[in-house]
């Protein structure tokens, strides 16, 4: 198995909108060791269930879990976080995030109660209760809160990432400080599958629109983390550590008009594409 600078399996799997734990069991059959969960998905226990019903141990997978916007603070982050134990029937968490750094558009002091809540994140890691922290969509300038305070520095950031969309800024900022940074969407949920370039590198390559998002992520040190139903796509994905992408397609792909954004912004309300 291919693995990235933090020994985690180079592609994981996202669980937001996975169905059932057969989804799960099916990812676990197909190859996944890494799961990216979230207490907002709803999908924790079916990890729980899916890793129960396996041959396997506990120790065999990573999972990362997130911590949700109504959630935060001191002590309601302790109190989620052993929610989040509870439902993934594990006593800890190889990765924990703070899913969004603004909870509330409305709130103006956002960098306090980031702070609070990353303090107590940092005593879950220093008894030994989550082996590591990270931001999830946070931007460079609400990173820079967390990185100026804190006594444990988070080691993944998570965000959006596809070609039409890698937010460059972000990433250079998490490269340049070793921080691993992580794909959501990592094929734009399927809405860049009909780009002229997309559907041109593809046939290149003879491979599909998806695997080609991929192995862009992967050729950028990115870690994508799809999301995929069926076993057939669950591998097709697995599939793309394969594949080497030439410096000009990497580049042309870096800089192909915007395509495909969620909707999602941490400082916007969320516009419905
Ligand atoms: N931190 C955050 O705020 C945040 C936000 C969004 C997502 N995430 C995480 O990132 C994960 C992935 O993002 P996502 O689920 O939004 O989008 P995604 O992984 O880019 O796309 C998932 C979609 O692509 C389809 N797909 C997967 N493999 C395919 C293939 N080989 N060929 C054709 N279609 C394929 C899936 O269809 P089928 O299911 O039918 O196979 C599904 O509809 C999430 O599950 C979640 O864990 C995090």
Request: net charge negative.
């Amino acid at each position: 198995m291919t693995l990235n600078a933090l020994n985690f399996p180079a592609i994981g799997f996202g669980t937001y909108k996975a169905a059932s734990s057969e989804v799960i069991s099916r990812a676990i059959e197909a190859g996944y060791r890494y799961f990216d969960t979230a207490s907002f998905y709803e999908t924790e226990r079916f990890i729980a269930q899916a890793i129960s019903q396996s041959s396997m141990k506990r120790e065999d997978f990573i999972i990362a879990s997130k911590l949700w916007k109504a959630d935060m603070g001191y002590k309601q982050a302790l109190e989620a976080f052993n929610k989040t134990l509870d439902n993934l029937n594990t006593n800890y968490l190889d990765v924990y995030m703070i899913h969004w750094p603004r909870p509330d558009l409305e709130l103006q002091d956002w960098k306090a109660l980031d702070l609070e809540t990353w303090q107590a994140l940092e005593e879950l890691y220093s008894q030994g209760k989550i082996k590591a922290l990270g931001l999830s969509n946070f931007l460079p300038y609400h990173a820079e809160n967390i990185m100026t305070h804190c006594n444990i520095k988070p080691l993944i950031a998570q965000f959006e990432f596809h070609p039409g969309y890698t937010q460059a800024f972000a990433l250079n900022y998490y490269r340049e400080r070793n921080i691993l940074v992580q794909a959501w969407s990592p094929t734009g949920r399927g809405r860049v599958f009909n780009d002229e370039l997309i559907t041109e590198l593809a046939e290149k390559y003879n491979i599909s629109p998806s695997q080609l998002c991929l192995a862009f992520c992967l050729s950028e040190n990115v870690m994508p983390i799809p999301k995929a139903s069926s076993l057939e796509h669950m591998k097709a994905n697995l599939e793309s550590v394969n594949i080497v992408l030439e410096p000009e397609d990497i580049s042309r792909l870096e800089n192909m008009p915007p395509a495909g954004w969620s909707g999602e912004h941490p400082d916007r309300v969320r516009i419905k594409i």
